[in-house]
């Protein structure tokens, strides 16, 4: 929940810059005490948790719908937020897929 946050924070503060981040690119929220960011930089929280994010190109189709193919949309990405941390020898991860839009149309 919190790199959600994170993500819509970056995307309400400028679309531009949210939407120019790299396809296909994981990428760790960040806070620098005065705003949020994406690096690519390994990002622990806690001592443990290594949350990531994917931004993807979203699609439409012709009732405007989303769909997995169709025309691209601009405004709207799809996000994959996954979480990482060792536990007991091994790698837990958690996943979760949503979309953004650009809600203030910048």
């Known amino acids: 929940e919190?790199?959600?946050?994170?993500?819509?924070?970056m995307r309400d503060t400028s679309w531009p810059a949210f939407a120019g981040l790299a396809?296909?690119?994981?990428?760790?929220?960040?806070?620098?005490?005065t705003a949020w960011?994406?690096?690519a930089d390994d990002?622990?929280?806690?001592?443990?948790?290594?949350?990531?994010?994917?931004?993807h190109e979203a699609f439409r189709d012709g009732f405007d719908n989303?769909?997995?193919?169709?025309?691209?949309?601009?405004d709207t990405r799809r996000v994959d937020i996954i979480v990482r941390w060792?536990?007991?020898?091994g790698t837990k991860t958690v996943e979760s897929a949503?979309?953004?839009?650009?809600?203030?149309d910048e």
Not at 2 to 9: D, H, L, P
Not at 98 to 104: A, E, G, M
């Open 2 to 9: 919190e790199t959600y946050e994170a993500i819509k924070i």
């Open 23 to 33: 396809l296909d690119q994981e990428y760790a929220p960040y806070f620098d005490g």
């Open 37 to 39: 960011g994406a690096t």
């Open 43 to 55: 990002i622990v929280i806690d001592g443990t948790f290594r949350p990531r994010f994917i931004l």
């Open 66 to 74: 989303i769909a997995s193919v169709g025309s691209n949309d601009p």
């Open 86 to 89: 060792e536990e007991r020898g």
């Open 98 to 104: 949503s979309f953004v839009t650009n809600l203030f």
